[in-house]
Nanobody
Framework: VQLQASGGGLVQPGGSLRLSCAVSGGSFSNYAVGWFRQAPGKERGLVGTINRGRPYTTVVDSVKGRFTISRDNASNTVYLQMNSLKPEDTAVYFC????????????????WGQGTEVTVSS
């Protein structure tokens, strides 16, 4: 299974970005996907997850109400819609996949994309 994250860039505070995670090489509908991020000098942390099948999603409190995760099984793509971006959202964002149900633990994801950089700055 291969994952390709894209859509990062430079955005002003209050702006929006949509990240995409294209998944290939497996039966997409069998995989849960998580979004993680790593800011400079910090550990990688969870942003949110989306389950396989029925698209139940979770996001961490720091992005709740601003970030939304969705998936399109027809195109094998998971999206992270980020609104009302803040400077503290600056990080490299990674998508990861695992066979089965979603989990909040990064170590339980078997497949990772290469990351896409998001910079929120005026």
């Amino acid at each position: 299974v291969q994952l390709q994250a894209s859509g990062g860039g430079l955005v002003q505070p209050g702006g929006s970005l949509r990240l995409s995670c294209a998944v290939s090489g497996g039966s997409f509908s069998n995989y849960a996907v998580g979004w993680f991020r790593q800011a400079p000098g910090k550990e990688r942390g969870l942003v949110g997850t989306i389950n396989r099948g029925r698209p139940y999603t979770t996001v961490v409190d720091s992005v709740k109400g601003r970030f939304t995760i969705s998936r399109d099984n027809a195109s094998n793509t998971v999206y992270l819609q980020m609104n009302s971006l803040k400077p503290e959202d600056t990080a490299v964002y990674f998508c990861a996949a695992r066979y089965g149900a979603a989990t909040i633990r990064a170590v339980q994801y078997s497949y990772w994309g290469q990351g896409t950089e998001v910079t929120v700055s005026s």
